[in-house]
Nanobody, 118 residues
Framework: QAQLVESGGGLVQAGGSLRLSCVGS????????MSWFRQAPGKDRVLVAA???????YYADSVKGRFAISRDNAKNKLYLQMNSLKPEDTALYYC????????????WGQGTQVTVSS
C-alpha cells in the first residue's frame, strides 16, 4: 500500500514562513496530480494548491502570492512553501495524490498541523 507522509508543520508567528514536505513511498507519483489540502477546526477540508504532472499549478485565492507548491519527482516529494502566514492559515494540512488516469486509487497523508499565532 502506497503511503504519503507529511512533515514541516509547527507553530509560527503571523508573517512568518514554513515549508511543508510530503514524501511518497511504495510507488512513484510522477503521473499523479499532487495537492495540498487543509482543514481548520469545524470546517470542511479545502484545496490549497495543486501540481499536475504536466507542470500546471493551481492556488486557492486565499493563498495566491504567498504559497508556492513544487515537486521533485525523482525524490517522490511534494513541497509547500508558505510565506506571510496569517492566523487564518491555521489548519491541519494534508498531502493528496490523485492519478492522472481515472479509476486509480487516491492517496492521503495523515496531516501536519500548522498553527499561526497573531
Amino acid at each position: 500500500q502506497a503511503q504519503l507522509v507529511e512533515s514541516g508543520g509547527g507553530l509560527v508567528q503571523a508573517g512568518g514562513s514554513l515549508r511543508l514536505s510530503c514524501v511518497g513511498s511504495r510507488r512513484t507519483f510522477t503521473n499523479y496530480r499532487m495537492s495540498w489540502f487543509r482543514q481548520a477546526p469545524g470546517k470542511d477540508r479545502v484545496l490549497v494548491a495543486a501540481s499536475w504532472s504536466g507542470g500546471r499549478t493551481y492556488y486557492a485565492d486565499s493563498v495566491k502570492g504567498r504559497f508556492a507548491i513544487s515537486r521533485d519527482n525523482a525524490k517522490n516529494k511534494l513541497y509547500l512553501q508558505m510565506n506571510s502566514l496569517k492566523p487564518e492559515d491555521t489548519a491541519l494540512y494534508y498531502c493528496n495524490a490523485h492519478p492522472d488516469e481515472a479509476g486509480g486509487p487516491v492517496y492521503w497523508g495523515q496531516g501536519t498541523q500548522v498553527t499561526v499565532s497573531s
